[in-house]
């Protein structure tokens, strides 16, 4: 194997440059956390001393902002008299859902698109990519009336199949390129070796492990996160998480404790999420075999 | 263990001919090379024997059965490809395992087969390793060992060696030889390399343009190549060819150059005379069956000059100009002057070849 080492000579603009990102990186890591901070320690604290905040510019009393007692009222309210919990559940069937339809079935049109060579086939891949490109907004009025005619408005699997309308293109277009990796001639040695064309194509799974990991985030997070169709579509029996933490913003009394609490439960799963696709993305990675 | 019938077999891509009218039959248990340049039609004709390709028209047959419809799980073959094609996310063992578990053959005898195939291949050691952990050589024994775990009927391999390095292919050439004759397997063995046909096979089918152009022993082969093409094809250093006259002369029929006059043999002016030859012709000669001397003056018949000596260890590819032209001679290493210097070639004429100019068919 060639060497792949990168070669980097010392120089002054150099040394600038490596301070300078390391000032960046500073910055960006206190950008990036210290919201997340701040909502996690206020979901902690009682109204009153969420409110307690150092003066700006007096960084001596910074500690006022540590000065509270941890409380998972917040927490308990939350889940018993909010119902939390149910919407917690909707989010993750409808996230999840969504994911599992478009991940095989979106696995399964890009395997034939890959393999299979027909007339019209580059305009078909632009038509598919192409209901991406229209905003979510156009499409929730003829969605919303094609819905509820068939009844699926307020119900999870109205959600997931809502998700996957958005989602199903996109996952053919990434596992395509995933497919297209792996050579054609390890199915035709499945097929000698016994294998009927859907053994063949079962077998090469593992070899676009790594897309599949990538696009079931993208499919998750997309759900998790969505707030439009949740709200719209979703309106009634089947509320996500991101909906009823909007409803908590009342004209009178805003709950920030809750909010901040249902922000804390709202992210730590999709934080454990990354944390678990990224051990297995790299393991696929790694694996690294797909060309000979 | 089963003939191989190849009937009346054509393979169009399109309006593009890849195998033409190809007529050929495998006996049980034979080695049969098929041996062409690239896009010569074998590696075609090879996956359609495979089913992995369609059979534009024609008739493959097993045994009695025809196999045109039947898929590869269904035509009991084990193919061995030119990039090994192996399940890179298994292991040695599981890769090699997988035809007995499509066929749901019990654990304990996987168990003992894969071990018995990895024995005979030498690869038991890497039993537990993943592909990219292994060197080609391994690889493609593995890829080997998935084909021979069970008993098909046909063996098809793919240019199964041509990545490895040289020195590896002339090992693998020999290990894969004794394999098959161990085995007993009907094989089609589809290669580019003309060393590895003649090596290895009980019987030579040299394609060229989607056309069988001679089937034969390695030795027929070499001897009598039916036309230019397969002359030229099969041999290395490749068979020197010379555009000639035909004269009639009180020796009898002689074949007249810029640089030399040959008198042909009875036998072969008469196969001459059979065939009608036109007054212009073609004749080959193997640099084997050239002889050379050095200096201008020797026994040998034709004056040349020295172009290039190419030393190969024990012997020595000289190419010497003689008239118009250039011809390579092999002959043992020795001292032999340098480029420009004067030689003598000898002919050797009863392994002269003569073509035809235009259509290349040998007379012979």
Redesign the interface.
Same mark, same amino acid.
């Given at each position: 194997m060639a060497s792949r080492e990168i070669v980097r000579y010392r120089s002054p603009l150099r040394s600038a440059l490596q301070g300078l990102s390391i000032l960046f990186l500073i910055f960006f890591f206190v950008w990036t956390v210290l919201p997340l901070f701040i909502m996690v320690v206020s979901s902690f604290k009682d109204l009153l001393d969420a409110f307690q905040l150092p003066e700006v510019g007096d960084w001596g009393d910074i500690g006022v902002m540590f000065d509270f007692k941890p409380t998972g009222a917040h927490y308990v309210e939350l889940f018993t008299e909010k119902h939390f919990g149910t919407y917690l559940r909707n989010s993750l069937i409808a996230s999840l859902g969504s994911a599992a339809v478009s991940v095989s079935l979106g696995s399964m049109a890009a395997y034939a698109l890959s393999r299979a060579e027909f007339r019209g086939k580059r305009d078909l891949l632009f038509w598919i990519i192409s209901t991406r490109m229209a905003p979510v907004v156009a499409v929730m009025v003829p969605l919303y009336v094609i819905f509820r005619s068939s009844g699926l408005v307020g119900t999870l699997p109205g959600l997931i199949l809502a998700y996957t309308t958005f989602n199903l293109p996109f996952a053919i277009w990434i596992l395509k390129g995933f497919f297209d990796n792996v /050579?054609y =001639?390890?199915e !035709? =040695?499945?097929? *000698?070796? &016994? *294998?009927?064309?859907w053994?063949a194509f079962r %077998?090469i799974i /593992? %070899?676009v492990a790594p897309g599949i990991g990538a696009f079931i985030v993208l499919c998750v997070l997309f759900g998790w996160n969505d707030f439009l169709f949740a709200s719209i579509i979703g309106s009634g029996g089947a509320k996500t998480l991101p909906v009823a933490t909007a409803e908590l913003v009342q004209p009178v009394k805003i709950q920030w404790g809750m909010i901040m609490a249902a922000g804390v439960v709202t992210t730590v799963p999709m934080m454990f999420l990354g944390l678990l696709i990224r051990r297995y993305l790299v393991a696929g990675l790694t694996? &690294?075999?797909?060309r !000979? | 263990m089963a003939t191989v019938t190849i009937s009346d077999v054509w393979k169009y891509y399109g309006k593009t001919m890849a195998v033409k009218e190809l007529n050929l039959e495998i006996k049980n248990n034979e080695f049969m090379c098929i041996l062409g340049p690239s896009g010569c039609g074998k590696s075609s004709t090879l996956r359609m024997l495979a089913g992995l390709e369609f059979i534009s028209s024609g008739d493959i047959y097993f045994d009695d059965v025809r196999v045109n419809d039947l898929p590869p799980r269904d035509r009991d073959i084990a193919m061995v490809f030119e990039n090994y094609a192996l399940y890179p996310h298994k292991t040695v063992y599981e890769n090699m395992a997988n035809p007995l578990k499509l066929r749901r053959t019990p654990k304990d005898e996987i168990e003992r087969r894969v071990r018995r195939a990895a024995e005979i291949l030498e690869i038991d050691p890497l039993l537990g390793r993943k592909p990219v952990e292994l060197s080609g050589g391994q690889k493609q024994r593995t890829a080997i060992g998935r084909a021979i775990v069970r008993e098909p009927k046909v063996f098809l391999f793919d240019e199964p060696i041509a990545h490895l390095d040289a020195k590896l292919r002339s090992h693998m050439r020999g290990e894969l030889k004794h394999l098959q004759r161990d085995l007993e397997t009907t094989t089609v063995y589809v290669t580019h390399d003309q060393l590895e046909g003649m090596s290895m096979a009980d019987r030579i089918a040299v394609m060229h343009e989607g056309v069988l152009q001679q089937l034969g022993t390695p030795e027929e082969i070499y001897n009598q190549p039916s036309n230019e093409f397969v002359a030229g094809f099969v041999g290395e250093p490749p068979m020197n060819f010379l555009d000639c006259t035909l004269e009639q002369t009180n020796v009898g029929l002689t074949v007249v150059h810029s640089g030399f006059r040959l008198a042909l043999t009875e036998q072969q002016a008469s196969l001459l005379t059979a065939g009608g030859a036109d007054a212009n012709v073609r004749i080959g000669i193997r640099p084997d069956n050239l002889a050379i001397e050095q200096g201008a003056e020797g026994s040998l018949d034709v004056p040349g000059e020295i172009f290039v000596i190419e030393p190969l260890g024990g012997d020595m590819i000289v190419e010497v100009t003689i008239g118009s032209d250039r011809v390579m001679v092999k002959t043992k290493i020795g001292p032999m002057g340098g480029p420009g210097d004067p030689c003598r070639i000898g002919f050797d004429v009863d392994k002269l070849h003569v073509f035809d100019i235009n259509t290349g068919v040998a007379y012979f």
């Open positions: /050579p =001639a390890i !035709e =040695a499945a097929q *000698c070796d &016994g *294998c009927t064309r053994q %077998l /593992p %070899l694996m &690294g075999a797909v !000979e | -």
